[in-house]
Every structure is written in C-alpha cells, then in structure tokens.
C-alpha cells in the first residue's frame, strides 16, 4: 500500500512567486492535515480536512495560503504571494476516521522543502 | 492552549546502550493523547509510541518505553539496546481526546539523537 506523498520533495522560488504543494493521502484516509516546521522551531499545525470539508483551519498563517482538497481525495496547498518567512518544510499527514486510539495515527509525507529567496 | 516542550536539541548514544529523551506539556485538558515520532534523516515521520492519558500503565513497543508522569506533565522516552538505526529527530507529541478532538498534534521542538557505533 503506498503512504502518503507529497510533490515536490523541493522548492525554490523567488519572493511574490506562487508555489503549489500537493498531497496524496493514504487511500481511505478522510483525515488530511497539512504542518509547517520553519527552520528550528517545532512543527505547526496548518489545518484540517475531513474528505474535502475543511475541519479545522486555525493554524493558517494569512489569506495567502490557500488549501483545496477537492473530492475528498488528493490536497493543495498554495502559497500566493510567496514571502521569505514562508520557508520551511510543509509535511502532510493522514488518518482513518473514528474515535479512539487505533486511529490517531497520523501518517505522514517526506515533506515538501520550500525555500522562498 | 496546549504546549510541549523537548528540553534537549541534540543527544547522543552509544550503540547498545541506553538514552532517555525528555518531553514536558502544558495542558488543561483531562483527556489527551501522547506520542512520539521518529524522523530519520531523509525520510518521513512515524509513529514510534503512544500514550493514553487516562492509563496510568506506561507504554512499552518493543525497545521503547515511556514514562508518564500525568501530575508532572512529563512523557519521557526510554531506548533500550540503542540501534544505529535509532538515529533520527525525535518529536513529542501532543493531541486532546473526545468529540472535539480534530486530530490535531501539537509538536515540541525535537531532539535529535546520534546513535555511535
């Protein structure tokens, strides 16, 4: 079974540039989480979907990210003017619904290296 | 709001020998989850241990083990019998349990530990 992956597994762009992150959870997986761990700090919560409902989108730094999962399948994740703070690695995680412990399992991406100059 | 913190950026071991990893959190909550998650170099997260905050047994996967101290607030990582294979960044994780739980981790810093041959 494959697990979740992300593309590109790197990224360079120029400040005011629009970069595109993309996600493919595990299938069957309704949870999708994006993070964000900026240079040496710990890694932050972006938001949440639930199939192609966003759940939770309280970790979102400013209107120019904007995340689609449409169909309830693969995410996007795009950063639209991109600025210098917005470096760091974007990792993408997914999950079975259902309460309980079984299902707190996050499975997660090698992470996307966005690098804005 | 929740925190954790991961007191010890780098760590190092011995092969075979055995190395504890801190982890404190902050939380109001009576319900929670911990975990902790390995990162080797290049490669993408996974779960290494959880912790149900309501079970006062420790958990234990194998050469893991954690000590939970829920009056302390205090999830500390134990590996025995370390591996080179054990070298990667360690994150402890935070996530509220119950109808409003969202999934959502809340990441300490990391540590990263160097197993030595």
């Known amino acids: 079974e494959a697990g979740v992956t992300q593309f590109p597994s790197h990224s360079v762009i120029e400040k005011g540039q629009t970069v595109t992150l993309r996600c493919d959870p595990i299938s069957g997986h309704d949870n999708l989480y994006w993070y964000r761990r900026v240079m040496g700090k710990e890694i932050k919560f972006l938001l949440h979907?639930?199939?192609?409902?966003?759940?939770?989108e309280s970790g979102m730094p400013n209107n120019r990210f904007l995340a689609e999962r449409t169909g309830g399948t693969y995410s996007t994740l795009k950063v639209q003017p991109a600025e210098l703070e917005d470096s760091g690695v974007y990792f993408c995680?997914?999950?079975?619904?259902?309460?309980?412990?079984?299902?707190?399992?996050?499975?997660f991406g090698q992470g996307t290296r966005l690098t804005v100059v | 709001a929740q925190t954790v913190t991961q007191s010890q950026p780098e760590m190092s071991v011995q092969e075979a020998e055995t190395v504890t990893l801190s982890c404190t959190y902050d939380?109001?909550?009576?319900?929670?989850?911990l975990f902790w998650y390995k990162q080797p170099p290049s490669r993408q997260m996974i779960l290494v241990i959880r912790q149900e905050a309501y079970k006062q047994q420790n958990a234990t996967e194998n050469r893991f083990s954690v000590n939970f101290q829920k009056a302390a607030k205090s999830f500390s990582l134990k590996i025995s019998d370390s591996q080179l294979g054990d070298t990667a960044m360690y994150f402890c994780a935070f996530m509220k349990q119950g109808s409003s739980n969202t999934g959502k981790l809340i990441f300490g810093q990391g540590t990263t530990l160097q197993v030595k041959p």
């Open positions: 979907f639930v199939k192609e409902s966003k759940q939770d």
């Open positions: 995680a997914s999950s079975p619904l259902g309460q309980g412990i079984r299902n707190t399992e996050a499975f």
């Open positions: 939380t109001s909550e009576s319900n929670y989850y």
